[in-house]
């Protein structure tokens, strides 16, 4: 009977630090095609691909957009300006939209550059994407509003 009880002991620490080993390590895949379609007042339309969550499968749980004056990387990522932030992204592969308007942040006749990461539920952040610019017209001109 020790035996037995031993044996299911030790079964029991093992599969305890085979679960924790196999802890979620794979963060959201990077997100290389970012893109700004359309510009209008102080506000502006991105567009990308999901890229999951577990590598490039499943669903991330965040994405947050930050915007900055010049090129953002991993280097300056969290010196950059958060623009706006969700929750759970669409599944990997399908493409997304968001149009933020927010005129304490988008100045007319500026350009900006933005980047956008994903994380998911482990708290594992995605490589920083690529980071397209564009230029905000002058304030006479049309509001972006929504995504087609």
């Known amino acids: 009977m020790r035996r037995f009880l031993f044996a299911v002991l030790s079964l029991s620490v093992f599969t305890v630090f085979a679960a924790q080993a196999m802890a979620d390590v794979c963060a959201p895949a990077k997100v290389d095609d970012l ?3 359309n510009t209008g007042y102080h506000s502006v339309r991105l ?3 999901n890229p999951g ?3 490039s499968t499943g ?3 965040t994405w947050e957009i930050r915007l900055s004056s010049s090129p953002i990387t991993e280097a300056n990522y969290y010196s950059a300006t958060v623009l706006v932030s969700g929750g759970a992204s669409g599944a990997a592969g399908t493409t997304d939209c968001n149009a ?3 005129a304490t942040l988008l100045a007319c006749n ?3 550059y933005f980047a956008i990461t994903f994380t998911d539920a482990a708290g594992n952040r995605s490589p920083v994407s690529n ?3 564009g230029s905000l017209p002058s304030c006479s ?3 972006i509003t929504d995504c087609p």
């Open 35 to 37: 893109a700004v379609p």
């Open 47 to 49: 567009t990308w691909t």
């Open 53 to 55: 969550d577990d590598c």
């Open 59 to 61: 669903t991330a749980s």
């Open 100 to 102: 933020p308007y927010d």
């Open 110 to 112: 500026a350009t900006y």
């Open 131 to 133: 980071s397209p610019s």
């Open 141 to 143: 001109s049309h509001q």
